[in-house]
């Protein structure tokens, strides 16, 4: 019995020696990696114009030398060796959030918005900002500073087939859809990523967030942080907020994943941190209007922000593509905070139409906030997509489309004519679509709209009362003094080398490197700490969730009061809180349009008439695809000079496509006498449309009824139109290249 139970200590002991042997050992790494990330802080912190760009750069513009300066500036990315850029192709434009880090998460790797740009061939520029604002900066300076930007990119690409895509990242969305209102000429398409538009919009029980505003009584502790910091208002409380948002990976999961794996982990956690921990200010200005306009007061869809000439931001003066990325996993900007600002604005996809607009957007099932500008995967699927496919988005029709991907294998019909691992289709959608998503319940927004004049109330008094003693009691040292005792920021400080306790980490680290021994994944004590690590993990979980759903009640409860509405002058049944006016003038503007475009049915050749057949025939797919995009690509590449321009071509499309929906009757009636002088052999051109109407599928039977009525209408035998191979088509002459060109 003896010898049994010393066998089973040995047994026993053998592992707990391995396991505590590897704990400590990783201990001493992860403490190591710990004064690394102080360090690296620190440095960055030093830097004047830090950023984590994986890209070399050169400044191009530097925003604080303008009339009204602003700590922006605008680099050209250069292109790493091998990478072939085509200077007829568009600019990429990607513009990082000011949301409390430094810039630069754009493009912080390969495999990045930046990178995905650069390998379709694009050239790709970015606007960054230094940690400090200049004196006297607004959110308006920046816009106008952006705006030179833009017009200056332009100018260097005065052969580009269309104007800068822009990419708005976050905080960036929101900032360029504001610009886009106010100097749409400048603009190509738009990529919004993981943007706010619609600031009141949550599901119960899922968007925490949207509450806070509410519960801390409004803007006036925003204008209290600026007083403490003397007109600055310190970068490192926003990104407090989003760490409160998920305390067990804040707390815990952050910092156990690189602990559990050091040996691996290390690299990938540094080069984040040196982004996350990269905290810039703003001016104390610049953030109230952030908060005042837009998060509590939800005014930018609304149409409510005016600018300091008494304009108004109406984002239904955008005239480019906009698409919006978002995600179901962001609990930063949810899906319906990124796209029911479509609610407030339009009543239906006709009223869409009528303002020229093309909407897409694509929801992810599952990516975080941060991962929608930093995952590779997401790099190397939707965003190498857009860059691929900016040219098929900027030729869609006006509407509201939903992006969907498909893997592409062996086997995809059409394959050849998609590039990369993923093909693209633009589905057609309606606001009901984005309904479905929830969000947009009228008691609610009476909520929101009582905690907006609640807010209002607070900051008049805090002003009038309280910010005279701040502002006499806060001196220099004394708001620098609390900006580097913020509580990010200590952490950071205190496992660096600044530190003395730290000093003999380094050796202890290269000692334990020399003589690291992991322990065996079989080993029952590691078991026991992953399931530690996951009980952690859980209770914070539950402390998190029990804490949500207490402040979601404690909102409701006060600002859904009756007493405190009528007290803000919220009437019981009030509704369209949010929803933007109508404009006489874009009533007679649509009513002149329509009557021009009528004029226009009967006027024009067989370019107008393919255009049209074309658009007619694919009508009741409710979309396109990437690969009939391509095929018809292929055929305006053979046509050289005589080809439209890309912008050209945006506008035949557009206009027949408009012609269709006025009405479509007369618009194909007018067909035959579209190619009334035409002679060549229309059975070619038919061949040529039916190749691109199947890239992607045959047709169905109603296409095929569609498609027999053209041929009818071109006086062609409709079995003439015998299929082709569509890469042989840009090699035949004559008249059938007028789809292409």
């Given at each position: 019995?003896?010898?049994?139970?010393?066998?089973?200590?040995?047994?026993?002991?053998?592992?707990?020696?391995?396991?505590?042997?590897?704990?400590?050992?990783?201990?001493?790494?992860?403490?190591?990696?710990?004064?690394?990330r102080g360090n690296q802080y620190l440095e960055?912190?030093?830097?004047?114009?830090?950023?984590?760009?994986?890209?070399?750069?050169?400044?191009?513009?530097?925003?604080?030398?303008?009339?009204?300066?602003?700590?922006?500036?605008?680099?050209?990315?250069?292109?790493?060796?091998?990478?072939?850029?085509?200077?007829?192709?568009?600019?990429?434009?990607?513009?990082?959030?000011?949301?409390?880090?430094?810039?630069?998460?754009?493009?912080?790797?390969?495999?990045?918005?930046?990178?995905?740009?650069?390998?379709?061939?694009?050239?790709?520029?970015?606007?960054?900002?230094?940690?400090?604002?200049?004196?006297?900066?607004?959110?308006?300076?920046?816009?106008?500073?952006?705006?030179?930007?833009?017009?200056?990119?332009?100018?260097?690409?005065?052969?580009?087939?269309?104007?800068?895509?822009?990419?708005?990242?976050?905080?960036?969305?929101?900032?360029?859809?504001?610009?886009?209102?106010?100097?749409?000429?400048?603009?190509?398409?738009?990529?919004?990523?993981?943007?706010?538009?619609?600031?009141?919009?949550?599901?119960?029980?899922?968007?925490?967030?949207?509450?806070?505003?509410?519960?801390?009584?409004?803007?006036?502790?925003?204008?209290?942080?600026?007083?403490?910091?003397?007109?600055?208002?310190?970068?490192?409380?926003?990104?407090?907020?989003?760490?409160?948002?998920?305390?067990?990976?804040?707390?815990?999961?952050?910092?156990?994943?690189?602990?559990?794996?050091?040996?691996?982990?290390?690299?990938?956690?540094?080069?984040?941190?040196?982004?996350?921990?990269?905290?810039?200010?703003?001016?104390?200005?610049?953030?109230?209007?952030?908060?005042?306009?837009?998060?509590?007061?939800?005014?930018?869809?609304?149409?409510?922000?005016?600018?300091?000439?008494?304009?108004?931001?109406?984002?239904?003066?955008?005239?480019?593509?906009?698409?919006?990325?978002?995600?179901?996993?962001?609990?930063?900007?949810?899906?319906?905070?990124?796209?029911?600002?479509?609610?407030?604005?339009?009543?239906?996809?006709?009223?869409?139409?009528?303002?020229?607009?093309?909407?897409?957007?694509?929801?992810?099932e599952s990516v975080g906030h941060l991962g929608?500008?930093?995952?590779?995967?997401?790099?190397?699927?939707?965003?190498?997509?857009?860059?691929?496919?900016?040219?098929?988005?900027?030729?869609?029709?006006?509407?509201?489309?939903?992006?969907?991907?498909?893997?592409?294998?062996?086997?995809?019909?059409?394959?050849?004519?998609?590039?990369?691992?993923?093909?693209?289709?633009?589905?057609?959608?309606?606001?009901?679509?984005?309904?479905?998503?929830?969000?947009?319940?009228?008691?609610?927004?009476?909520?929101?709209?009582?905690?907006?004049?609640?807010?209002?109330?607070?900051?008049?008094?805090?002003?009038?009362?309280?910010?005279?003693?701040?502002?006499?009691?806060?001196?220099?040292?004394?708001?620098?003094?609390?900006?580097?005792?913020?509580?990010?920021?200590?952490?950071?400080?205190?496992?660096?080398?600044?530190?003395?306790?730290?000093?003999?980490?380094?050796?202890?680290?290269?000692?334990?490197?020399?003589?690291?021994?992991?322990?065996?994944?079989?080993?029952?004590?590691?078991?026991?700490?992953?399931?530690?690590?996951?009980?952690?993990?859980?209770?914070?979980?539950?402390?998190?969730?029990?804490?949500?759903?207490?402040?979601?009640?404690?909102?409701?409860?006060?600002?859904?009061?009756?007493?405190?509405?009528?007290?803000?002058?919220?009437?019981?049944?009030?509704?369209?809180?949010?929803?933007?006016?109508?404009?006489?003038?874009?009533?007679?503007?649509?009513?002149?349009?329509?009557?021009?475009?009528?004029?226009?049915?009967?006027?024009?050749?067989?370019?107008?008439?393919?255009?049209?057949?074309?658009?007619?025939?694919?009508?009741?797919?409710?979309?396109?695809?990437?690969?009939?995009?391509?095929?018809?690509?292929?055929?305006?590449?053979?046509?050289?000079?005589?080809?439209?321009?890309?912008?050209?071509?945006?506008?035949?499309?557009r206009e027949q496509f408009l012609m269709l929906?006025?009405?479509?009757?007369?618009?194909?009636?007018?067909?035959?006498?579209?190619?009334?002088?035409?002679?060549?052999?229309?059975?070619?051109?038919?061949?040529?449309?039916?190749?691109?109407?199947?890239?992607?599928?045959?047709?169905?039977?109603?296409?095929?009824?569609?498609?027999?009525?053209?041929?009818?209408?071109?006086?062609?035998?409709?079995?003439?139109?015998?299929?082709?191979?569509?890469?042989?088509?840009?090699?035949?002459?004559?008249?059938?290249?007028?789809?292409?060109?």
């Open positions: 019995m003896a010898s049994e139970n010393a066998t089973l200590a040995t047994a026993f002991a053998n592992p707990a020696s391995e396991y505590l042997i590897d704990a400590v050992q990783r201990g001493v790494l992860f403490m190591d990696t710990m004064r690394q960055q912190s030093a830097k004047l114009a830090p950023h984590v760009l994986e890209f070399k750069l050169e400044v191009v513009l530097d925003g604080r030398t303008f009339e009204r300066p602003v700590n922006y500036i605008l680099v050209r990315i250069v292109p790493p060796a091998g990478t072939a850029i085509d200077e007829t192709r568009r600019p990429f434009v990607v513009v990082d959030p000011r949301a409390g880090h430094g810039p630069g998460i754009g493009g912080f790797k390969a495999d990045s918005e930046i990178g995905v740009a650069m390998k379709a061939g694009h050239p790709c520029y970015f606007i960054g900002f230094l940690p400090d604002p200049m004196p006297g900066q607004t959110i308006e300076d920046i816009g106008r500073a952006e705006a030179i930007f833009l017009e200056k990119v332009i100018s260097l690409h005065p052969n580009a087939d269309g104007k800068p895509c822009v990419i708005g990242n976050c905080q960036a969305g929101w900032a360029v859809m504001m610009l886009a209102a106010c100097r749409p000429e400048l603009f190509g398409p738009l990529i919004i990523a993981g943007s706010p538009l619609s600031y009141w919009a949550g599901v119960r029980g899922e968007n925490p967030m949207r509450y806070t505003g509410g519960l801390l009584g409004g803007s006036w502790m925003t204008a209290f942080a600026g007083d403490l910091g003397l007109g600055k208002f310190d970068g490192a409380w926003l990104v407090q907020n989003f760490e409160n948002l998920n305390p067990s990976n804040t707390l815990w999961s952050k910092q156990y994943n690189l602990y559990s794996d050091i040996d691996k982990e290390a690299p990938r956690y540094l080069g984040f941190e040196r982004w996350w921990g990269g905290h810039v200010n703003l001016n104390a200005e610049e953030i109230q209007f952030i908060v005042d306009e837009l998060f509590v007061g939800n005014k930018l869809a609304a149409g409510m922000i005016k600018t300091s000439d008494g304009g108004t931001i109406d984002l239904r003066n955008i005239h480019s593509p906009i698409v919006v990325f978002c995600s179901k996993g962001d609990n930063i900007t949810p899906p319906v905070q990124a796209l029911d600002w479509l609610l407030d604005l339009y009543d239906d996809v006709r009223d869409i139409r009528s303002h020229g607009q093309t909407i897409v957007y694509t929801i992810h929608i500008f930093v995952s590779g995967g997401v790099a190397k699927k939707q965003h190498d997509e857009f860059a691929s496919n900016i040219d098929l988005i900027d030729l869609l029709p006006p509407g509201l489309y939903e992006a969907v991907f498909e893997k592409r294998t062996e086997d995809t019909r059409g394959g050849e004519f998609a590039g990369g691992n993923w093909i693209m289709h633009c589905e057609a959608r309606t606001l009901n679509d984005i309904r479905a998503l929830g969000g947009h319940d009228p008691a609610e927004e009476r909520c929101f709209a009582a905690a907006a004049r609640v807010s209002e109330t607070n900051l008049a008094f805090y002003r009038a009362w309280v910010q005279p003693w701040v502002r006499a009691m806060v001196s220099n040292p004394v708001a620098e003094a609390i900006r580097r005792l913020h509580p990010l920021r200590t952490q950071y400080e205190g496992f660096s080398d600044a530190n003395p306790l730290m000093g003999p980490v380094k050796q202890m680290a290269e000692t334990v490197r020399e003589q690291r021994a992991e322990v065996g994944e079989g080993n029952p004590f590691l078991a026991m700490q992953v399931a530690v690590s996951k009980q952690i993990i859980q209770g914070l979980d539950s402390f998190r969730d029990m804490r949500d759903k207490f402040a979601e009640q404690m909102f409701f409860a006060v600002y859904g009061s009756p007493v405190v509405q009528a007290a803000c002058g919220i009437e019981p049944d009030q509704t369209n809180l949010r929803k933007a006016g109508k404009s006489r003038l874009h009533h007679e503007l649509l009513e002149r349009r329509i009557a021009e475009l009528r004029a226009k049915i009967a006027v024009g050749g067989l370019r107008e008439a393919l255009a049209r057949a074309l658009i007619y025939v694919g009508k009741e797919r409710g979309g396109l695809d990437e690969r009939g995009f391509e095929a018809v690509r292929r055929l305006r590449a053979e046509q050289g000079h005589a080809r439209l321009s890309l912008a050209e071509f945006k506008t035949l499309i929906l006025i009405d479509e009757e007369a618009a194909l009636s007018a067909i035959p006498s579209l190619l009334r002088e035409e002679s060549g052999d229309r059975s070619k051109v038919l061949a040529q449309l039916k190749d691109v109407l199947s890239v992607r599928q045959e047709l169905t039977p109603s296409e095929q009824q569609r498609f027999r009525r053209i041929a009818q209408l071109f006086n062609t035998d409709p079995d003439a139109a015998s299929a082709s191979k569509v890469v042989a088509l840009g090699n035949q002459k004559g008249p059938g290249t007028a789809l292409a060109s």
